[in-house]
């Protein structure tokens, strides 16, 4: 995938918070309920936060994590 070596872009923030949502969606839609993918590009870093929640029980997660271009 070339985004792994693609520069730090508004463009890269874009097609890592629509392919997230899009793979959870497909992977673990009947586990979880995504409510929000937010992709932060900051300096060096690429930031995403997931927030779900666990359909069997509705409770509520936000998970994030940090990459360095």
Not at 15 to 27: D, E, I, P, Y
Not at 31 to 45: A, F, G, N, P, Y
């Amino acid at each position: 995938m070339q985004l792994v070596f693609s520069p730090n872009s508004e463009e890269l923030s874009t097609a890592v918070q629509f392919l997230v949502q899009g793979s959870l969606q497909q992977w673990l839609g009947e586990l979880i309920q995504v409510e929000r993918v937010e992709v932060k590009s900051e300096d060096t870093k690429l930031r995403v936060t997931v927030q779900y929640v666990i359909r069997r029980n509705q409770q509520r997660q936000v998970t994030e994590l940090e990459r360095g271009l």
